[in-house]
């Protein structure tokens, strides 16, 4: 086993040699999250001898999965060559189903997203024909990546839960999934790869801790507004989920009681007041009653409003537009500070499409923590807005698959 676990020390390896697919895991998650490092470097935070990793070095060297990336700027002596990990060497199918439609696309192991298709079938408004869409839009995935197919690890799904990951199954969820169950597997058999599949906000949690603002911290809360309103609580590096697996409803908790009824049947649902299809509906109205010219042209002309047009809006200075985002940086804050109350975290992370408002809301939301985080005197967790906007999911769903590459379960080294 590693020398102490991933809680108390992050980066500590073992030399005995019936580890070897750890250690290897255990070099190239550090590069991954905090290099490019030399061999030199990897020796002293691992602790694993200068052989064992001149060895494990020259191994994924040989497997394409590290790439030599230059010198050390080091003011004295010889300077080391610095190492990352080859981004190419694999590829990953990401698919993300939200309550419009679906994504699919080619990613690599950063994981960047080469190639994709979007589309509007939703599982919702005709299932079958929706699936059918997903398996021709697969194959053009799979078409694009011809002089690849070998290379392909395997298929990441994300969706906006609740998830049976294990069966790779959507649950029931009154305003997503017609039926009352879904095994994707079936419908994805055939290509015979790996499918690991996350609720859309843990598997947005888990990419900020590969790619993002959370890559060296062990204990988040992930707060992602979008289509619907969620988060991803990461415990000691990992993804805490429940007993159920259906954990970080965040969205579902009242924030007031005389509220309107949510679909979930409780009232006052932290959703129906902050979620982009919600605030939306805000803006509708205030096109009824006349309050907004901007807003009422941009309905008039496009047939409805989107978020982009309140964030245009409010560069333009539309006052209506201000005020409505205003509000929604009430509610991110409020949702914030219930997530930091409960979880003590070290870092807390707005994601989704909201994040694309940072700068209309973080002020509302810097003030709301100000005046209602329980231990505000000497509680400041690192409050972070994520950079991905709405393809967050999507690379999410990269995410999981590289994650259970990185841990050596997949047999690529």
Same mark, same amino acid.
């Given at each position: =086993? ?217 204990? =988040? ?6 289509? *619907? ?86 560069? =333009? ?29 070290? =870092? ?40 991905? *906007? ?24």
């Amino acid at each position: =086993m590693l020398k102490g676990k991933f809680l108390s020390n992050l980066w500590v390896g073992d030399n005995l040699s019936d580890v070897k697919v750890k250690n290897r895991s255990l070099v190239l998650r550090l590069l991954k999250k905090k290099g490019p490092l030399s061999r030199i470097d990897l020796a002293r935070i691992t602790g694993l001898t200068q052989p064992t990793i001149t060895n494990i070095v020259n191994d994924l060297l040989s497997a394409n999965l590290l790439q030599e990336v230059g010198i050390s700027d080091t003011k004295a002596g010889r300077k080391p060559i610095l190492l990352s990990v080859n981004d190419q060497a694999f590829y990953i199918i990401a698919i993300n189903f939200s309550r419009r439609g679906f994504s699919i696309a080619l990613c690599d192991l950063g994981p960047n997203i080469l190639f994709r298709c979007d589309s509007s079938y939703s599982l919702l408004e005709n299932t079958d024909i929706a699936l059918l869409e997903l398996q021709k839009e697969f194959i053009h995935i799979l078409e694009y990546a011809t002089q690849s197919l070998r290379l392909i690890l395997g298929i990441g799904i994300s969706v906006p839960g609740p998830v049976d990951a294990e069966s790779c199954t959507i649950l029931a969820h009154p305003t997503f999934l017609k039926h009352r169950s879904l095994d994707l597997r079936f419908y994805l058999r055939e290509y015979d790869l790996p499918i690991f599949m996350m609720h859309d906000a843990d598997a947005a949690c888990l990419h900020e801790t590969w790619s993002g603002e959370a890559r060296e911290t062990q204990n =988040m809360v992930y707060f992602m507004v979008g289509e *619907g309103v969620g988060a991803g609580i990461l415990i000691d590096g990992k993804i805490y989920r429940g007993h159920h697996r259906q954990g970080g409803e965040i969205g579902h908790t009242s924030v007031n009681l005389f509220g309107p009824r949510c679909v979930c049947g409780n009232y006052g649902c932290l959703e129906s007041y902050c979620s982009i299809p919600n605030v939306l509906k805000k803006a509708q109205e205030v096109v009824w009653f006349g309050e907004s010219s901007y807003l009422r042209d941009i309905s008039s002309r496009q047939g409805g409003i989107e978020f982009h047009h309140l964030l245009e809006g409010a560069r =333009m200075g539309d006052n209506t537009s201000l005020q409505i985002l205003n509000q929604l940086g009430q509610y991110v804050g409020v949702g914030m500070v219930n997530l930091i109350n409960l979880y003590d975290p070290e =870092m807390a992370v707005i994601g989704g499409e909201v994040a694309l408002a940072q700068e209309f809301i973080a002020g509302t939301v810097n003030q709301v923590l100000e005046e209602r985080l329980l231990y505000r005197e000497y509680v400041n967790p690192q409050l972070r807005y994520s950079k991905w *906007g709405r393809d967050v999911t999507l690379l999410g769903a990269a995410s999981i698959v590289l994650d259970h590459f990185i841990a050596g379960e997949l047999g690529k080294f």
